[in-house]
C-alpha cells in the first residue's frame, strides 16, 4: 500500500511539472492585451466548433450524395448497355447516341472492341473514383475503365461489352457532390462577421477599462484627473467608483493635513515676529545675538514644515524648461561660493510641475554644497525619462545610511558635528516631488568622492 503511494507521488509531480512547462509557454505564446486575449476566447472556440461539425457532418453528408449520384449515372449507363444489347441499331449508333446525349446528359460513342487501357494512378483520397468503381461493379459487372482525375469537369468511363466497347463522357457535377469551395467560403465569411460583431462590442467594454488605467496613472503621477462617469460592465463600474471614492478621500486628508500645518506654522511665526521685535528692542549683547540666529532658525524650519506639508499639491504640471531651469540653478550655486559644472541635453521642454520638482533638485543641490565644494549636475532627457544627477566630492553618505537619511528629520549632520542646522526635511520633500510625478531619487557615490543623487521622473 505504501510502496503504492510512494510510487504515486512522483509520477502525479512530474505531470504537475509538465503541466506547467506547458501552461508557460502557452502563455508566453498568448497575446498580452485585453482586447487580443478576449477576442481569442470569444473567436477560438466557436471557429473550432464550426470547422469540427463542418468536416463531419458534411464529410457524411458529401458521401450519401456523391453515392446516390454516381448510382443514378451507372443506372442510366446500365440501361444503355441493356438497349445496346438486346435491341438491334442501326450502324453508326446514331439513335442511341442521341438519347444518351439529349435525355439522359451522357455524351456516349460505342467503339469497336479492343483492350482497356492500363488503369490510371488512383488519386490518393478520392471519393469520387471509389464510389463510382463500386456501383459499375455492382450493377453492371464488365471489366472497365475509368478516368476522374484527368479532365477537370468530365469523367471518362470505358465499359468492355461482349462485341463492342462503350466510351461514355459524364460531367463530374452529374456523380459528385463537390460544393466545398462555396461552403468553405461560407464558414470564413460567418467568421468574419462574427468577429466584427466580437470587436464591436469588446471595444466598448475595454475602453473604460483603458479610461481607469489611465486615471489611476494621472493620479499617481500627480496629474490632474478629469472627472468620468463609470461606464462599462458591473465589474468595471465598481472599480471606477471605488477609485473616484478613494481619490477623494486621499484629496480631502491632504487638504486636511495641509491646512493644519499651515495654521500651526502661521500661529508659531507670529509670536516668532513678536520675538524678534522685542530683541530687536533690546539692543546688541553677543547673548542677544545668539537668541536671534536662534530666532532666525526657527524661522527657517518653519519655512521647511511648511513646504514639506503643502507638498506640490495644488500646482498644476506644465510644459517646462529644464535648461533655464537649470542655470537659475546654476546661479544659485556660484551665488553660495561654488564653482557649478553644470550641462544638459535632450529636449529641454518636458512636464511637469515646475515649483516642486525646482524645490527638488535645489534641496538636493544644498545638501551637494553644504557637504562639498565642487558641485555637478548633469541633466539628459532620452527614451522617455528626464534624468538629473547632483554629485559632489564632500565626504559621502555610508551605503547602509541610503534609505535612513530620506526620513523626514533624520540628520546626519548632528553626529558629524556640523554646526549649520537643518531640519532633515530636504530629502524627503525632494523625494516626495520626484515620486508625486511617478519618479525617484537613487543614491550612489560619485566619482567625484562625494554623493551622487539622482533624480529620474518619466517624461
Ligand atoms: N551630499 C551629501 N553629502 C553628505 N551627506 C549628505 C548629503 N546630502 C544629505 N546628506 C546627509 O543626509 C541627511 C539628510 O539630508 P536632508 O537634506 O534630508 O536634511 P538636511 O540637509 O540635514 O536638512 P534640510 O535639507 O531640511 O535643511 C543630512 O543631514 C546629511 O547628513
Ligand atoms: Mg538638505
Not at 174 to 188: E, K, L
Not at 209 to 234: S, Y
Not at 430 to 444: E, F, K, N, P, T
Request: contains cysteine; aromatic residues 6%.
Amino acid at each position: 500500500m505504501t510502496s503504492a503511494v510512494e510510487a504515486f507521488v512522483p509520477a502525479v509531480r512530474g505531470v504537475r511539472h509538465v503541466w506547467r512547462r506547458i501552461a508557460r509557454s502557452l502563455a508566453e505564446l498568448m497575446p498580452t492585451g485585453l482586447y487580443a486575449r478576449s477576442l481569442i476566447i470569444i473567436i477560438a472556440p466557436v471557429v473550432l466548433l464550426q470547422a469540427f461539425v463542418a468536416f463531419v457532418l458534411m464529410e457524411e453528408h458529401f458521401r450519401t450524395v456523391t453515392a446516390r449520384l454516381s448510382a443514378a449515372v451507372v443506372a442510366d449507363i446500365s440501361a444503355i448497355v441493356d438497349i445496346l444489347e438486346t435491341y438491334p441499331q442501326d450502324a453508326k449508333y446514331t439513335r442511341i447516341v442521341r438519347l444518351a446525349r439529349e435525355n439522359l446528359g451522357l455524351n456516349i460513342a460505342v467503339l469497336p472492341r479492343g483492350p482497356l487501357p492500363a488503369p490510371r494512378s488512383k488519386p490518393f483520397f478520392s471519393l469520387l473514383d471509389s464510389t463510382l468503381s463500386r456501383e459499375i461493379t455492382r450493377r453492371i459487372g464488365r471489366p472497365f475503365w475509368i478516368d476522374t482525375v484527368g479532365r477537370s469537369n468530365l469523367v471518362e468511363i470505358r465499359i468492355q461489352l461482349d462485341d463492342h466497347l462503350l466510351r461514355v463522357f459524364a460531367r463530374r457535377s452529374q456523380t459528385y457532390a463537390s460544393n466545398s469551395v462555396i461552403f468553405i467560403s461560407w464558414m470564413v465569411g460567418t467568421s468574419l462577421v462574427l468577429l466584427a460583431i466580437a470587436i464591436t462590442f469588446l471595444r466598448n467594454q475595454i475602453r473604460p477599462i483603458i479610461t481607469l488605467a489611465n486615471a489611476v496613472d494621472d493620479f499617481g503621477k500627480g496629474r490632474p484627473v478629469h472627472d468620468f462617469g463609470p461606464r462599462g460592465a458591473r465589474e468595471v463600474r465598481r472599480a471606477t467608483v471605488a477609485f473616484q471614492d478613494m481619490r477623494r478621500r486621499v484629496e480631502r486628508q491632504i487638504e486636511q493635513r495641509t491646512a493644519m500645518l499651515a495654521g500651526v506654522s502661521h500661529d508659531l511665526r507670529t509670536i516668532l515676529t513678536r520675538f524678534r521685535l522685542q530683541l530687536a528692542l533690546l539692543g546688541d549683547s553677543p547673548d542677544i545675538d545668539a537668541l536671534k540666529k536662534d530666532v532666525d532658525d526657527m524661522n527657517r524650519m518653519l519655512e521647511g514644515y511648511l513646504a514639506f506639508a503643502r507638498g506640490d499639491a495644488g500646482e498644476a504640471a506644465t510644459p517646462t524648461d529644464i535648461d533655464v531651469m537649470l542655470r537659475e540653478i546654476d546661479k544659485e550655486i556660484r551665488v553660495a561660493g561654488h564653482e557649478p559644472r553644470v550641462t544638459f541635453a535632450g529636449d529641454p521642454i518636458v512636464k511637469l510641475r515646475p515649483q516642486g520638482f525646482k524645490r527638488c533638485l535645489v534641496n538636493l543641490v544644498h545638501n551637494a554644497c553644504r557637504h562639498g565644494n565642487k558641485v555637478a549636475v548633469t541633466g539628459r532627457h532620452e527614451n522617455g525619462h528626464l534624468v538629473i544627477a547632483v554629485e559632489d566630492d564632500g565626504p559621502g553618505v555610508p551605503r547602509e545610511e541610503y534609505e535612513a537619511i530620506f526620513k523626514p528629520f533624520y540628520r546626519l549632520d548632528a553626529a558629524r558635528n556640523l554646526d549649520e542646522s537643518g531640519t532633515g526635511l530636504g530629502l524627503s520633500i525632494a523625494r516626495d516631488v520626484a515620486r508625486s510625478h511617478g519618479g525617484d531619487i537613487v543614491l550612489d557615490e560619485s566619482p567625484l568622492g562625494g554623493l551622487k543623487a539622482t533624480v529620474t521622473v518619466p517624461a
